[in-house]
């Protein structure tokens, strides 16, 4: 890996786990979403039967 020298590599680290993080807490997210939308759905279709 040929990056900067004066880079701290364990800081490097720490940034892409913090990307990892972020990017499970949105996956996270929309799945969250998805399942209140779907059970919303499924409220509204019961009531129209």
Partial sequence: ???NPRKN???E???VRKEVVVQRFCEFE???V???MRQK???CRK???
């Fill in 34 to 36: 998805t399942a209140k």
């Fill in 41 to 43: 759905w499924e409220f």
């Fill in 9 to 11: 590599p364990s800081e």
């Fill in 47 to 49: 009531s129209r039967d």
């Fill in 1 to 3: 890996m040929a990056g």
């Fill in 30 to 32: 929309v799945f969250n």
């Fill in 13 to 15: 680290k720490q940034k």
